[in-house]
Nanobody, 125 residues
């Protein structure tokens, strides 16, 4: 089993920034892909960003490209999501996801095996 714990969410004004963290523990593998998804009230969970184990492969949803940056610290088993120029439409619960293996960035919900509990991000206008 792999446990994922997100942190860093909160309330911010439009145009502001937040940095989310996700720490993985348990039966983790050195090669894995980690991703961020988000779910707004009444909407489906949607892909935000993903990063492969080597950090050489990243992928972003069009809605966040140029504003969000995903990165990782393999020594700490932690992935980060730096969110800049936040908009009210970025308001959602943000979830971290994990998939073991030497894979590239993954964008499908079904491609991930483990999920965190989520952290709330609220952007006020």
């Amino acid at each position: 089993q792999v446990q994922l714990v997100e942190s860093g969410g909160g309330l911010v004004q439009a145009g502001g920034s937040l940095r989310l963290s996700c720490a993985a523990s348990g039966r983790t593998f050195s090669t894995n892909t980690m991703g961020w998804f988000r779910q707004a009230p009444g909407k489906e969970r949607e892909f935000v960003a993903s990063i492969a184990w080597s950090a050489g492969s990243t992928y972003y949803a069009d809605s966040v490209k140029g504003r969000f940056t995903i990165s990782r610290d393999n020594a700490m088993n932690t992935v980060y999501l730096q969110m800049n120029t936040l908009k009210p439409e970025d308001t959602a619960v943000y979830f971290c996801a994990y998939r073991a293996g030497r894979l590239g960035a993954l964008i499908g919900r079904a491609e991930y095996d483990y999920w965190g509990q989520g952290t709330q991000v609220t952007v006020s206008s």
